[in-house]
């Protein structure tokens, strides 16, 4: 297999992956919680997340990798302090492919620890497609909320609770874009029709399986 490219600052990303060997990545209803929250402290700061599903053996995000300044500009809000020679490693730049993998390095730690297991969890390297049209980004976010129920996980994807679905039509706060996403479908009804009809993600669907076999 030949060596992925690299994330690039300020392009959306199909960002998905597996458990090595098909095994499951979360076994518990804790593991999905605590996946995220390393996911916070990972990816927040150097991508913009529009949309995600985890399922027990595989995962699925669309991303968009933040550009320098908007990195800095995070860590500013977040951080609340001037540079100092104290927190400069906290404001030091980051590569976005080096932070997926410390996510993924950090959780299968965890769960190694926690379950006696050893060796690799997740399948090296985590799969990336760039995005390129409005067309696609709409199709994808579709496809990735229609995952547990195209995978038997639930009869309808709109009760699994892993997945941003319902959060994009909540109006709680939210680390997701979803202005962004909801302006893509053309609003809340739009998105919600749009999900429930028959979707054409054959594209999609045909490029992980080239990547993943």
């Not at 302090?81 to 104290?86: F, G, M, N, Q, W």
């Not at 997701?176 to 479908?185: G, P, S």
Request: glycine letters at 4%; hydrophobic letters at 30%.
């Amino acid at each position: 297999m030949s060596k992925p490219t690299p994330l690039q600052l300020g392009k959306y990303y199909h960002i998905y992956n597996r458990g090595n060997n098909r095994e499951d990545l979360f076994i518990d209803e804790r593991n999905y919680h605590y996946f995220m929250r390393l996911y916070a402290k990972y990816i927040q700061p150097i991508a913009d997340t529009h949309a995600y599903c985890l399922l027990c053996n595989h995962f699925h995000f669309l991303v968009r990798i933040k550009t320098i300044e908007e990195q800095e500009e995070w860590q500013n809000k977040t951080l609340g302090v001037s540079k100092t020679p104290r927190v400069y490693k906290a404001y030091k730049r980051k590569i976005p492919s080096q932070q997926f993998g410390n996510l993924f390095n950090s959780y299968a730690k965890a769960i190694n620890k926690t379950y006696n297991r050893t060796g690799s969890l997740f399948q090296h390297p985590f799969g990336r497609i760039e995005v390129t049209s409005d067309a696609y980004l709409v199709q994808l976010v579709r496809y990735i909320h229609c995952n547990p129920e195209v995978h038997g996980f639930e009869d309808d994807f709109r009760t699994w609770p892993y997945s941003s679905y319902q959060t994009i039509l909540s109006t709680k706060p939210t680390f997701l874009k979803r202005e962004e996403v909801l302006a893509w479908f053309g609003g809340a009804i739009k998105y919600e029709d749009l999900h429930c009809r028959e979707g054409n993600e054959h594209q999609i669907v045909s490029s992980i399986r080239d990547d993943f076999d």
